[in-house]
């Protein structure tokens, strides 16, 4: 990118909300819809995707110039599935409960395309700084979105949040919320409720136009 | 003829004013399902008349609350949404907690129209989509049939349909199984009689058999729905039934028991026929029918559910624009 | 920019660091993390095991060679095997079984626990499983339904009768609502006893 000014602030905030990678780019959504039954499990899925994305977009970064640009895809690749592979091992030795449940998801954050994504669109292009500030932010957005659904479905499908009993013991759960089809229905009016804020948004910024011209 | 003839009328088609309109057809299939309605409330109280209020209220509001606000009467006047939620009422057990039946009206209508566009915009019954997800959401209480009032406590209502919203019901009638799940897990088949009149255990509007066929001919008469669809479902799963049960008459049961039993019959005239949800043409129509009812026999006979009407009809519900594809007539002139 | 080629030496070399750097990352986490993680399974397995055969504190692993059960450290590949629970003093209290098969969605995977003494079925674990929430696992959820598995005469062959209809010791009240997963248990258990039990 050459000669525009950079602010941080943006690029972090644009990873969180702006061009949130779930909500908006709908990227990701393989671990999105398997592993996000519980609040929980979307927190520790989320923060492996964190961790692993960060640290490739910093390696990636770093040796961008090293790296020969007919081979740069498999290097980016080597790099994301050490760290996942790390991840992996790390996580089954302190959590091994969660490690069961959210099982092949683990391996398979190699093959989230929001990852890859990241580095051939920014931080192989970025200085270092950037790259991983654009990361934090894509991880965060990403960590925000699966919590969100995490805890939506665990407040319905459990009458419950990370574990802790919310309502009286007669809650009838939704059982429907911790079986795919619930990660599919939850999804989906995640997303009607982001695009109807954004049009929302869109709409007042409309109108806002039009009053300057109608007022000059 | 005079040229001047002043009986001759002379205007631009159509010249055939077509008195059908969709709250015509709404207002038919309302009427048709009255009786069967009216004998479910009879055999199984009150409660089973709250489940219904339920469930249209739940549809009707729904309806209300995302309609653009100009159109909002209109659409409610189609009766379409009415419609609905008697049909997700009808299948619904009467003992189910009015919460869940108001929510199911909600999902119907939310996630089984509203959400692809309204009335015609449809992919699966929306009734049925309710269903389902009522089925997958709340399996305890959607498989918890009680044994019916028969007519003694017309007044009888069900503890359990008073549970608060979010808790769990608490059932002190007896259960029962319906004839199906007699059949599937204890091979003890109901006596024809009983289902036919309707003294057997199940959801609200589908014990009667009788009147049930009763309205569907009501229908088929005033030519509101194809006569191909209901014909061919209950043909095909009489024949692939009858098949089976001349295999092995202990393990299967006879052709009448499946087009008597569960909700086949409300189904067959009631739900499959959706013009919004069925083939256009009546190849398509012939095939959509036949492949509910093998789908039916074989979710019933090797399937975990005892009912498999629901899950036949939604999977020939995706398969529509399929077929309306491929049995599309030629084009005059056309290779 | 100008892109000058590089040759294909360069592009080899480049991967293949990249290869041994990150094979020497994942070797030397593996290493560190390995004892726990195999503490950890191991944990698991005795729980289960000492909760099937009540009374036991120690286990080996029998597989089934040459028409005797012997004792063995690693058990081979595609071999039977069986774990034998000892009490504190080294006498067998019984057997503990794993048994595998289709259940309402998906592989039931479970541990029971068999004494060979009284021919009775005295607790049942389920190791894996993915019944319907709310109803199929009950199998595990409902204290009533494992409790079948307590005390279960396996002559003759184990059967599922409608909860509340047990009478015979050799019957399992099934699940109400769920008569295919019960059935599944039960199934599975007769299976693994028919393989095993002439062999103690």
Known sequence: MPEKKQDAYQEFIKGLWRDNPV??????????????????????????????????????????????????????????ATFVTVTDFTLEALMPKVHKELGAFIPLIVANCMILGRQEAFAARNSVRFAVVDALGMASGFLFALF????????????????????????????????????????????????????????????????????? | MNDKDPRLLVQPSPLLKQEMTTAQTMKDLLYALLPATLAGIWLFGLGALLVIVASVLGAVLTEWLFSPGDQRWQRLLDGSGVLTGLLLG???????PLWMAFLGGVVSIGIGKVIWGGLGHNLFNPALVGRAFLLATFPNAMT????????????????????LPFMQPHYDTVSAATPLGLMKFEQQPTPLVDLALGNSAGCIG?????????????????????????????????????????????????????????????????????????????????IFAIGIGLLVVLIRLFGGFPEGVMYAIL??????????????PRVFGKE | MKVSEPGSSRLVATLGLAG???????????????????????????????K??????????LVYRDGRLTPVEEVGKGEEFVFGGQDAQGVLVGYAIPGSGPGFQDTIRLLYGYQPKQRKVVGMEILESRETPGLGDKIYKDAEFVSNFDALSVEPEIVTVKRGAKAAPNEVDAITGATISSKAVVRIINQANQQWLQRF
Do not use: H
């Open chain 1, 23 to 80: 909500f908006v780019q709908v990227l990701g959504m393989c671990p999105m819809l398997a592993v996000t039954n519980s609040a929980m499990n979307a927190l520790v899925m989320g923060g492996a995707t964190f961790f692993v994305l960060v640290a490739s977009s910093f390696f990636v970064s770093s040796l961008k110039n090293w790296i020969p640009k007919q081979v740069r895809i498999s290097t980016y690749i080597i790099i994301i």
């Open chain 1, 148 to 216: 969100s659904l995490g805890a939506v479905r665990e407040l319905l499908g459990e009458g419950a949040l990370f574990g802790y009993k919310l309502f009286s013991e007669n809650f009838e759960p939704w059982v429907i919320m911790i079986l795919p089809p619930g990660g599919f229905i939850t999804l989906g009016l995640l997303l009607l409720f982001f695009n109807w804020l954004k049009e929302r948004k869109d709409r007042l910024a409309q109108q806002l136009d039009q009053m300057e011209i109608e007022a000059p």
């Open chain 2, 90 to 96: 009808l299948t619904l057990p009467p003992a189910l």
């Open chain 2, 144 to 163: 918890t049939w009680s044994v019916q009032a028969s007519g003694e406590g017309f007044l009888l209502w069900y503890p359990s349909n008073f549970a």
């Open chain 2, 206 to 286: 589908e014990t009667s058999g009788l009147l049930l066929l009763a309205g569907g001919i009501y229908l088929l008469l005033r030519r509101d729905i194809d006569w191909r669809i209901p014909v061919g479902i209950l043909l095909s799963a009489a024949l692939f039934s009858g098949v089976l049960y001349a295999i092995d008459t202990v393990r299967y049961p006879d052709p009448l028991f499946t087009l008597l039993s569960g909700g086949l019959l409300l189904a067959a005239f009631y739900m499959a026929t959706d013009p919004v949800t069925s083939p256009l043409t009546p190849r398509g129509a012939w």
């Open chain 2, 315 to 328: 999977l020939m519900n995706a398969a529509t624009p399929l077929i309306d594809r491929y049995t599309q």
């Open chain 3, 20 to 50: 041994l750097l990150s094979g020497l990352i994942i070797v030397s986490v593996f290493e560190a993390t390995l004892p726990t993680i195999t503490a950890y399974k191991a944990k698991v397995l005795q729980e289960a095991v000492f």
């Open chain 3, 52 to 61: 099937v055969l009540p009374g036991s504190t120690q286990l080996q692993r």
